[in-house]
Every structure is written in C-alpha cells, then in structure tokens.
C-alpha cells in the first residue's frame, strides 16, 4: 500500500511538473512570436528609412553648393562681390522710347484732340474701332 503511495505521489507530481513545463514552453512561444512581429515592423521601418536616406543623399550630390549659390544670387540681384566688376548688357536693338514714338506719329492735325489725350494716359494708341 504503501508503495501504490509512493507512485500516485511521482505520478500526480511529474503530471503536475509536466503542466508547468508546458504552460512555461507557451508562453516561451508568446513571447518569441512577439519578438519575431517586432523584428519584423523595425526591418520595415530600417528599409524605408535607408531608402529615404539614399534619396536624399541623390538630392544632395545634385544640389549646388554655397559658393555657386551666392554666385547666383548676386548676378540675379545685380550684386558685385569683393574683387568682381559690375557689366550690364544691353540689348542689341534700341527699344522704342518716346523720341522713336513721337517720330512714327502722324501729325498733330490728323487726329482729334481725344486721341493725344489717350496716348497720354495710356501711352498706347486708342482700340481700333473707338469714335
């Protein structure tokens, strides 16, 4: 009898020990899933912030640098830096100016007195077809 003790004892005591190992080996599971979904989220985040990174390393190389700037600052500007001389192109044809408009005009008695009133104002002739 006593015997038939001692095994139900190591029975219940092994069935027992063998619950807690698999309770234990569960949880294990749990965790290494949720350590393997975290992995996999920070791999996704790393690869698009390296292809950010390499995008914006391309944006970069191909950007000017300060030097060029400035430079093109200063001749949109019409500035002149330390040791450079200013030049201003002119055009190659003169633009019409008033001596060149008062010349292509007819004479003052062709036209009503309205219409030198217009080119006054409005320093263009008056629409064809006005009275």
Known sequence: M???R???GWTVFLLIATV?????LTRYALRVQRLRALRDAVATEHAQLSATH?????????TLPPEA????????????GPDERPARVLPLTPT???????AASPPP???PPWYWWWQLFFAAPPPVGEP
Do not use: D, I, K, Y
Not at 54 to 62: G, T
């Open 109 to 111: 008695g062709e036209h």
């Open 6 to 8: 001692w095994r139900l």
């Open 54 to 62: 390499a995008a914006l390393a391309v944006q970069l190389s191909a």
């Open 20 to 24: 807690g190992v698999l309770a234990s």
């Open 2 to 4: 006593n015997e038939q």
């Open 69 to 80: 700037w400035a430079a093109t600052a200063r001749a949109g500007l019409g500035l002149v």
């Open 96 to 102: 019409p100016g008033p001596a060149h408009a008062a």
